[in-house]
Structure formats: C-alpha cells, structure tokens
C-alpha cells in the first residue's frame, strides 16, 4: 500500500513517529521525518538506514507550532521530493497535573503544539494531498474521546483535534483527500516515561484502566486501519472495548472514572 509512496512524519524522530516510520520503511515507503531536534533526527536517520539499507529517508527540522515554517519546510519538501502522499500529524508533548497547578504558559504550551502544531501543519499539506490524492493521519488520544484526571491541558487539546478531524473529514470528502483519526490509548514511548517520572497517582490509575497497549501493536493496527480506509483507528482491542462502552454507556462509564478517582 505504501511502496513508493512519499510519507511524511512529523515527531518522526522517536515513540510512535519513529515506529511507524520503521515499519513503512520495512514496506518500501519514502520517508521524510521531522522535528525540533536536528540531533535526534539524524540519529533516527542513522538507525533506520542501519535496519533498512536501502530506505530513502530525508530529515528537516520543524517545530509544528509555527505556522510560517510549517508552510515553508511542508513547501520545499514537496518541490524537492516530488508531492507528498501521506502526511501522519504525530507531534506532541504531554503534561499531566491539576488544573490549578498549571500555569496559563504550561496550559498554553500544550494546546499550541498538540492542538495548532496538528492545524498548522496540515494546513500546509493539505494542497500537496489534494494534489496526490494523499492521506492525512491525525494522531489524537483517547484522552480526545473521554475526560482524564490531571489531563484537563492535555486532553482539551486532543478534544479539540477530534473536533478538527471530524470536521475536517466532511470538508474533505469532496476533494480526494482522506482524513483519518487515531486514538491509542497508552503505550510505551520516550514520552510516558517521562510521564512516569512525575505524574498524580489519580492519573496514573485512571489511565492505567485501560492496559498500556504494545507499541508494535499500535502501529500494526493503525496500518491495517488505514488499509482498511478506517475513518476512526482505535489501536488495540481492549481499548476498542472501553471506547465502545464510552460510546454506549457514558453515565456507566463516568461512574466507573469517578470510583477509579475516588480510591485514590
Ligand atoms: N505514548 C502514549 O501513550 C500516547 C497515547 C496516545 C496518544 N499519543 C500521541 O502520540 C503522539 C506521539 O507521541 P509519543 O508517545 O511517540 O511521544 P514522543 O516519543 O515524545 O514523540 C513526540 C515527538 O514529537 C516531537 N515534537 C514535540 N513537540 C514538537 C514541536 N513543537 N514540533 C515538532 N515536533 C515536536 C518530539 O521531537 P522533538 O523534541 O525533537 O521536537 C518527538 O519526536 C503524540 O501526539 C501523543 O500525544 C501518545
């Protein structure tokens, strides 16, 4: 499905950006891999073209929360590589705590790069994909579908790509662009680790109600998703049972938060 097409990652460099760009690289797939860090990219270069000797791989610094450069670097890396196929809008960064914990600078920090980093950058890809007939993959959470304790930044962002996302999905319908929308729930990466180190213990058991998910099985259920033409990609089949139930019973389901809470 992938082979030979231009796939463009942003937060490529590591967790869940560089596993599936390890796993399109293993399908024949063009890779070009951004974000902030040039050293981290490189390495991630580096490390894929160890694995995957013949990998056609470019890297770019970006950082998603600027809406000029994200133009710009989304530009040239299309006149350069020859349009782009697929773009999966994967940057993000975490932050868990009380509301009234956060300042408005760390609360604003999370919006404007899960939230407007996602906008910006596909805002910037989207006539390249129309141009294709390409894909768009927005990578959101399931803290996007349901509240969390301690997440009231992290989740109004991943709400708000939801939001996006769907409505985006409608505008595009007429256009030749495919728009897709993944809510794992947690899984092992740079970024949970990092979590691990600091978070509420009320979180961590709120979240931990759903099992973290393998990360080679998020990324094997986002491709057969995609191969399936999914609208809505839910990795791992637990957390496809919570979603379903969420959907279903929500009252049950925030009785069952509130109880998770409570305890803790
Ligand atoms: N891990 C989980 O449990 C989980 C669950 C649900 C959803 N997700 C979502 O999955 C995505 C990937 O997360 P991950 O767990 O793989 O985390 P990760 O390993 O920390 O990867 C995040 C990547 O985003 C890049 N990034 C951060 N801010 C950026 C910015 N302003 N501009 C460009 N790149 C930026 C980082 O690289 P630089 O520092 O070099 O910029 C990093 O490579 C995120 O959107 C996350 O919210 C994760």
Redesign the pocket.
């Known amino acids: 499905m992938f082979r030979s097409l231009h796939i463009v990652i942003?937060?490529?460099?590591?967790?869940?950006?560089?596993?599936i760009a390890e796993a399109l690289a293993g399908q024949g797939a063009r890779l070009t891999l951004?974000?902030?860090?040039a050293e981290?990219?490189q390495f991630a270069a580096q490390e894929l073209r160890r694995r995957h000797p013949n990998v056609d791989i470019e890297v770019r610094?970006?950082?998603?929360?600027d809406p000029i450069a994200a133009c710009k670097v989304i530009d040239e890396i299309a006149r350069h590589r020859g349009g782009i196929d697929a773009l999966f809008?994967?940057?993000?960064?975490?932050l868990e705590g009380r509301f009234e914990d956060l300042t408005p600078d760390d609360f604003a920090a999370v919006i404007?790069?899960?939230f407007f980093?996602?906008v910006n950058v596909a805002r910037a890809v989207l006539p390249h994909l129309r141009a294709s007939g390409g894909r768009l993959v927005n990578?959101?959470?399931?803290?996007g579908l349901t509240g969390t304790f301690g997440f009231t930044a992290?989740g109004s962002a991943?709400h708000a790509l939801v939001g996006f996302t769907d409505c985006l999905y409608y505008e595009m319908l007429g256009e030749g662009v495919k728009v897709h929308l993944?809510?794992?729930?947690?899984?092992?990466?740079?970024?949970?680790a990092?979590?691990d180190s600091y978070r509420t213990p009320e979180n961590l058991r709120h979240t931990n109600a759903i099992p973290?998910t393998a990360l080679d099985t998020v990324v094997a259920d986002i491709l057969k998703g995609l191969r399936k033409e999914q609208y809505l990609i839910i990795p791992g089949a637990y957390t496809r049972l919570v979603v379903r139930a969420l959907q279903l019973f929500p009252n049950t389901m925030r009785r069952i938060g509130a109880r998770l809470v409570r305890k803790h």
Do not use: H, Q, W
Request: proline letters at 6%.
């Open positions: 942003t937060g490529g460099a590591t967790g869940l950006g560089y596993a951004l974000s902030r860090k981290k990219l610094p970006l950082d998603v929360s809008n994967n940057a993000g960064v975490m404007t790069t899960n980093g996602a990578i959101a959470s399931v803290a992290y991943k993944v809510c794992p729930a947690e899984f092992e990466t740079p970024m949970v990092e979590l973290r």
